[in-house]
Structures are given as C-alpha cells and as structure tokens.
C-alpha cells in the first residue's frame, strides 16, 4: 500500500470526487448507448404466443 | 397379494421416474458412452484423493502452507462456486420481487444451478476443513465478531432456502401436490429470504479479506472489498444465467419444444443489464483503488500489469460488448460476452485468494497439488451430472407432460 501522511489524502480525494463525477457523467451516455438501437420487442414471449 | 402389487407399483415408478421409462441394461447402454465414462474415472479418482485426504491430511494431499492456508478448494470451490450460483437470487429476485414474469421460464434452472453450486461449495469446504462433525459447533457457539461465523450462518441459512425453492419443481415432480401447493405460495417468501441470505454473505465472502492488508496486492485489496464481491456476485449470477441457458438450449434442444419462451429476447434484456451491471463494477474497482491509494501500482511489475489484464479483458471489455450486443440486438455478442464474464469473476476471485495473496512472499510460492485439480475438477463434472440427471426428470425446462 502507498505511505500516507496528512497531504496525500487530498489528492485521494480529489481523484476521488473527480472518478465519482467522470463516472455519472459516462453513464448517462452509456445508458443512452445501451437503451438505443433497434425497437425491441416484449421480451421472454415468442410472437405467436401473444395471440388470442 | 396387496404386497406384490405394492413392489410392481414402486418397480413401475423407479422404471418410469428413474430410468426414463427404460429398462436398467437399455438405460446404461444407451448412456454410457466414452466422454461418460471417461468423466466417471475422473470423478473416481477425485473421490479417492477425498478419501487419502481425510486419512492422510490436508498436508499430504495439498500444497497448503502456514504461510498460504487457502488454496483453490477455497479460492475455486468456494468462494467462485458460490458467486457463481448467485442467478438463484439474482433472477429469483427479479421475477417474484420485481414481477419481471418474462423471466419465470429461467428461474428454475437458475435456481438449481444454485442448489448445485453451494452444495458443491459446501463439500470443497468441508474436504478443506476437515472434520466435517465439528462444523455443527457454529450453530452452538457464539461468534458474532467473526466474518467466518456469518459466512457459516448464511451459507447454512442460504442453502435451506435453495433447497425449499428447489423443492417446488421435486414435489411436482413427485406429484405430492399439496405439498408442491404450499411450497409455491410461499415462494415469494423465500425469495425475499434468498436475496436477504445471499446479499449478507457473498459480501463477507469478501470481508474475509479486510483483515489482510498487508497480504492482499493493493490493486486488490480495499476496505470496501465486500461491496465488490456483493456487486460482482450479481454480474456472475447474470452471466451464469445467460452461459447455462444458452448451454441448456443447445443441449437440451427437446425439452424446449413447443414452448413459447423467446430464449433471445431473454438473453437480450439480460445483457443490458449485466452492461449497466459491470459498468458501474467497473467504476467501483477503480474508486477502491484511488482510495487504497494504489494508483502508483497500475501497470507495474507482474501484479500491476496482471491487474490490467483482469479490468480491461475481463471487465471492461465484457462491458462493451454486453451493451453493444443488447443494443444492437446481437445474441451471440451478448453470450460471448457472459461467457468473458464468468472467466472474469472466476479470475477475479482467484486473483484475491490464491494468486495475488501473499505477493510478498518470492519462494515457496502456492502452486496447486494435483490432488487439489484433481478435486476441483471432479466437483465440477459431478455438478454438470446432477444438473442433466434432474433436468432430464424434473419440470425445470419445461412444464410437465400432462400440463403441456
């Protein structure tokens, strides 16, 4: 593990709070990403077996 | 005369529920084929080495050590076998919990292949444990401050709910139906209780690492590590869903004849799941970094470049391709990617209690025996068997004949 004293925790944390931020920041666009594309259908139910 | 009738009507049952309707020599000869037999030698010779290691000890059939006390009966049995075996919950929870009843047609399978994996986790543990009789001494003691005592509660705990789940197919299959009756309305129940067991324990799995800071690689070890396991028991439990299912699809092809599950409008959905899943895991391994302060170790020496290989090949990129396959709708994308997954979190647990543990030491280094191998191995066939022998019985794929 790295030596830690006072100071090195502030940068710690301010990796920290920058990673947290990068990180929702990257999943509004990733989320975006993933729910695009085709439409997809209903799933776990076959076509056929939606009709009456 | 009402005795011989008795013993026909149980020779009748045993021919029909047992040996499919065949008769015993019909039965073998149709399955004993060479791959059979040649996994039933393996299995054999595990159980021996099981054998020679209760008479001889741990010592003599294993390369454990003061210095390295877990091996891979721990690291590969245990502690992946369990997170493996997490889709019982995972999809257990989505469906009675969450009311995703698209997924009812995978519950069960995944929920056996829970069954099966703790059994088996159970049995690496106690082969590694020794003296079986003693484990009875946790339900007897107190041992509250100790993460190992709550790991033994809840696989115990866990475990009786897996079999009571699991019975709801075996009843019907014994056509006890008020039994199976009572068993399927408190499903919901044991449901709740399953998420509950398994979300306590697959994170202390990970607790018993707390204690080993100075043992543990930095890129691995973090204070929040059981947040980690927790996280990552429900990518394996997604993936081992996807990887059995389309298993079972192939080689089970019959049984889901006539049924109206769309298997790849499943695997889609559960792809862009395990995506936002291991995206976020992603994420939280590189956080429990920056604050182990351990960014310095990134990309240095063999654990620093050994890490990388795990985050990028094994997280990162399964991610990429999970949330490109569900979004473009491509299946194989999606299997191939839980497939990368599950090696992943096998690698990752491996990689915590066996091959970055202990990174100080340079000589008389763990390498596994190949009594250890030999075990590890055996338990796995042993878990495919059981797997193929209920589900070629019991309604797991597929409804009943009769309810067809």
New interface residues.
């Given amino acids: ?4 004293d006072f100071l ?1 925790g502030y940068s ?1 944390k301010i ?2 709070y920058g ?2 931020v ?2 929702l920041v ?2 509004v666009l ?2 975006r ?6 439409k ?10 939606r009709k009456p | 005369m009402a005795n011989a009738e008795t013993a026909a009507a149980v020779q009748g049952w045993i021919r029909e529920k047992i040996f499919l309707g065949e008769t015993v020599g019909d039965y073998l000869k149709e399955r004993l084929t060479a791959p059979i037999i040649a996994s039933m030698v393996v299995v054999a010779g595990g159980l021996a080495v099981i054998a020679y290691r209760f008479y001889a000890g741990l010592g003599a059939a294993t390369n454990l050590s003061q210095n390295q006390p877990w091996g891979i009966w721990i690291g590969f049995d245990m502690m992946t076998g369990i997170c493996l075996a997490a889709g019982g919950f995972t999809i257990g929870a989505a469906v009675e919990i969450f009311g995703l ?5 995978i519950e069960r399978p995944a929920i056996l292949t829970g069954f099966l994996g703790y059994i088996l986790a159970i049995i690496g543990l106690i082969v590694d444990l020794g003296k079986p009789w003693n484990m009875v001494q946790v339900t007897m003691r107190n041992g509250t401050q100790s993460v190992l005592f709550e790991v033994a509660w809840c696989v115990m705990c866990y475990t009786s709910v897996l079999a009571l789940e699991f019975a709801v197919p075996f009843f019907e299959w014994l056509g006890w139906k008020k039994v199976y009756e009572v068993l399927k309305k408190a499903l919901l129940g044991l449901t709740v209780l399953s998420v509950m067991f398994s979300t306590m324990h697959q994170s202390a799995l990970g607790s018993l690492f707390i204690i080993a ?1 100075g043992r543990l690689h ?1 890129l691995w ?1 973090s204070e929040s590590i059981f947040v980690f396991f927790f996280v990552s028991a429900v990518i394996a439990g997604i993936s081992m869903v996807i990887v059995e299912s389309s298993i079972s699809h192939t080689v089970f092809a019959k049984q889901f004849q006539g049924q ?3 298997a790849d ?2 695997t ?2 559960l792809g ?1 799941a395990g ?2 899943v291991m ?2 895991y992603f ?1 939280l391994k ?2 429990g970094v ?7 170790f990134i990309g240095k020496g063999f654990y620093g470049k050994w890490w990388l290989v795990e985050m990028l090949g094994f997280v990162l990129f399964p991610t990429m391709l999970y ?1 490109w396959g ?4 491509r299946v194989k994308a999606v299997r191939w990617a839980a497939g990368i997954a599950v090696l992943g979190i096998i690698l990752n647990r491996l990689n915590i209690s066996v091959i970055a543990f202990n990174y100080k030491l340079t000589e008389n280094r763990y390498y596994p025996s190949w009594m250890e191998v030999l075990v590890s191995v055996s338990l796995v066939i042993i878990g495919v068997f059981a797997f193929r022998w209920i589900v070629h019985r019991m309604p797991v794929l597929h409804p009943l004949a009769d309810e067809n």
Avoid: C, I
């Avoid at chain 1, 593990?1 to 830690?4: H, R, S, V, Y």
């Avoid at chain 2, 009843?101 to 047609?105: G, K, S």
């Avoid at chain 2, 920056?290 to 310095?296: I, L, T």
């Avoid at chain 2, 569900?326 to 709708?329: D, E, G, K, S, T």
């Fill in positions: 593990m790295g030596e830690q090195s710690a990796l920290e990673l947290a990068t990180y990257l999943f990733f989320w990403y993933v729910q695009g594309g085709p997809a259908k209903q799933p776990g139910t076959a076509p056929e077996a | 009843e698209d997924y009812h047609a800071p930095p070890y109206h599950v769309d409008a499943l889609l959905g862009k995506a936002v995206f976020a994420f590189l956080q920056v604050d182990n302060h351990a960014v310095e949330a569900a979004r473009n709708r």
